[in-house]
C-alpha cells in the first residue's frame, strides 16, 4: 500500500503541472512520496513498540552479528544490476544514436510483466522455502521450487510469444508518438527481439538465489553475480566490437545471455 501511495504523488503532480520540462517537479514529487511511504509506515512501526531512538546494544547479541553475516553479502548483490549497466554503458560508443534509451524502454517493457509476476510468487514462497529448510524436507522444497518456476514459465511463455512475433506493433501503439517515429520503433523492436527470451531463465535465477538465502548461504550468489560482471563485459565486447556488430541487438542478447549463465552457474553451485 505505501508503494502505491508513493507512486500515486507521482502521478498526481505530473496530472496537476504536466510542463515539467526541466524535470524538477518529477524530483519533488519523488521526494514527497518516498515521505509518505515513510509516514504510512511509521505508525505500525510505534505499534509493535519500536523507538525512534536509535540503539547499539543489540549489536553485541551474536544473533545481530550473525544476521550482519548473512545481510551484508545479499546487500552487495543487489548492487550487481547496476554494476552491469556501468559494463553496458561503457560499450555506448558504439551503439547508434538513441541505442541506450531503446535499451532501457525494452527493460521497462520485460520488467512489467516479470517485476509483477515474480513478487507474487517469490514473496509468499520464500518463508515457505525457509520452512522447508529449517524442517530438513528437502524434497517438498524441490518440488516448491519445480512447481513455482514452472507454473511462472506457463503464464509468461504466451507473453514471450508476443513479445517476439508482436514486438513491432507494441511498440508503435505504446511509443510513437510525437517525436518517436518509425525508425525509433525499428531500434526498439531490435532490442525487445533479442531481449525477450530472457524471461525464461530470469525466474529460475531469482528463485534460486532465494533458495540459497533460505539455506543462510547469501555469499555464493554474490560471487555469482561478480563472475557474471566479467561475463557481461565478454559479450558485449564479442557481439558488439569484435565478433557480430550487433550494436543494439548484441547488448540486449548480453543481458538475456548473461541472465541464463547467473542461472546456470547457481545451478551448479
Known amino acids: ?14 496530472l496537476v503541472f504536466p510542463a515539467d520540462s526541466g ?9 514527497l512520496g518516498a515521505l509518505a511511504q ?8 510505534l505499534k509493535k513498540g519500536f523507538s525512534l531512538k536509535p540503539s547499539l546494544t543489540g549489536f553485541k547479541d551474536p544473533k545481530i552479528r550473525e544476521w550482519f553475516e548473512l545481510l551484508w553479502p545479499a546487500m552487495l548483490g543487489t548492487t550487481i544490476g547496476q554494476a552491469l549497466i556501468y559494463v553496458d554503458m561503457a560499450f555506448l560508443q558504439f551503439l547508434p544514436e538513441g541505442g541506450w534509451s531503446a535499451v532501457v524502454l525494452t527493460n521497462r517493457l520485460i520488467q512489467l510483466p516479470i517485476g509483477v509476476l515474480q513478487t507474487a510468487l517469490l514473496v509468499p514462497l520464500f518463508p515457505r522455502m525457509v520452512n522447508l529448510v529449517d524442517e530438513k524436507r528437502f524434497s ?6 519445480v512447481t513455482g518456476v514452472g507454473g511462472l514459465w506457463f503464464i509468461t511463455l504466451p507473453l514471450m510469444v508476443l513479445f517476439i512475433f508482436f514486438s513491432q506493433p507494441l511498440i508503435t501503439v505504446v511509443f510513437q508518438h510525437g517525436n518517436f517515429d518509425a525508425s525509433d520503433v525499428q531500434i526498439v523492436t531490435l532490442a ?12 529460475a535465477r531469482d528463485t534460486l538465489t532465494r533458495v540459497f538465502y533460505a539455506f543462510g548461504d547469501t555469499k555464493t550468489p554474490l560471487v555469482v553475480g561478480l563472475l557474471a560482471i566479467g561475463f ?11 565478433w557480430m556488430h550487433l ?10 545471455l548473461i541472465t541464463a ?3 546456470l552457474l547457481l545451478s551448479v553451485s
Open 247 to 256: 550494436g543494439v541487438g548484441g547488448l540486449t542478447l548480453s543481458i538475456t
Open 192 to 203: 525487445l527481439l533479442s531481449q525477450s527470451f530472457q524471461i525464461i531463465p530470469y525466474f
Open 261 to 263: 549463465v547467473n542461472w
Open 38 to 45: 515513510l509516514l504510512l509506515q511509521l505508525p505500525e512501526y
Open 232 to 242: 557481461k563485459a565478454l559479450f558485449n565486447w564479442l557481439f558488439i566490437v569484435e
Open 1 to 14: 500500500v505505501s508503494q502505491s501511495r508513493y507512486c500515486f504523488v507521482m502521478i498526481v503532480a505530473l
Open 23 to 31: 524535470g524538477m517537479l518529477l524530483a519533488y514529487s519523488s521526494l
Open 140 to 145: 517438498q522444497l524441490d518440488t516448491a521450487v
